[in-house]
């Protein structure tokens, strides 16, 4: 695998779009030696601003076997540095491209995570939506240690293709990073709130709000307690403008 890359703030992120990802995810599904688990990584700029500072969590993103563009000021980002990318590749958009394609190719799913109950409202509304969807299993669970037992024996005996993680960013990363030579599956992608998307606990923005790049005030207005990781943004923007300008990272 050696997809182009662009570097925002010390982070190489990779040109690809869901095209190209699902390509990928085929390939490891199809080809791929037995237990070999490969990670995706949903990279927005606050992935980037924690790697930033926090080097524990720069190495995760560096282990990832992909780093996806996620968020309007990554492809912002990408077009002032000279290195465009075609389009955001989210876990909210992805858990559907990703479902149908595997309903298409025979590929079982995993979904773990979110709220109690949650994850078997994705299964059932991801099935009724792409026929031959295969879901091996469910669970609520969460990060903390105390549950690993029970989710570890669970996904041994669901074996499935590919684990969705909905632990919230960034434990989720950190939890398959963790136990990614434990994982029984061929790809595992944290895919943060989009269990709630899909369920409808919470309602996504409009499609017109999208594609403006007004995701993150939709949300923010919908859920004010984000203000704190918001606030990120502005200085990303600022450090950006410095790495070009000055080229510094």
């Known amino acids: 695998m050696n997809y182009p890359t662009v570097n925002i703030l010390g ?32 990279v927005n700029p606050e992935f980037i601003m924690d790697a930033r500072y926090d080097p524990n969590f720069a190495a995760v993103l560096q282990r990832a076997d992909l780093r996806v563009p996620d968020g309007i000021g990554v ?19 992805g858990i559907y491209c990703i479902c149908e394609k595997a309903g298409a190719s025979g590929w079982s799913v995993y979904f773990l995570g979110a709220a109690p109950s949650v994850a078997e ?3 059932a ?5 792409y026929a031959g ?10 990060p903390a240690a105390a549950d690993w037992p029970m989710i570890q024996q669970q996904l041994a005996m669901a074996q499935p293709d590919i684990l ?3 632990f919230g960013h960034p434990r989720q990363d950190f939890w398959i990073d963790q136990h990614r030579h434990e ?28 594609r403006l790049g007004l995701e993150w005030l ?32």
């Open 11 to 42: 982070i190489s992120i990779h040109k690809l779009d869901f095209a190209a990802t699902l390509a990928q995810i085929e390939s490891w599904i199809e080809h791929a030696p037995v237990h070999a688990i490969h990670q995706i990584c949903t």
């Open 75 to 93: 492809l912002w980002a990408a077009r002032l540095f000279g290195s465009p990318l075609h389009e955001r590749v989210t876990g909210s958009d």
């Open 121 to 123: 409202q994705v299964a």
């Open 125 to 129: 509304s991801l099935q009724q939506r």
């Open 133 to 142: 969807l295969i879901v091996s299993g469910t669970h609520g669970g969460s």
């Open 164 to 166: 969705f993680v909905a």
């Open 183 to 210: 994982l029984p599956v061929k790809v595992a992608i944290g895919v943060g709130g989009a269990f709630d998307f899909v369920a409808g606990v919470t309602q996504r923005a409009p499609r017109w709000v999208q």
């Open 218 to 249: 939709h949300r923010l207005i919908r859920e004010p307690w984000r203000w704190r990781r918001m606030a990120k943004l502005p200085l990303f923007a600022v450090l950006v403008l410095r790495q070009k300008v000055l080229g510094i990272r």
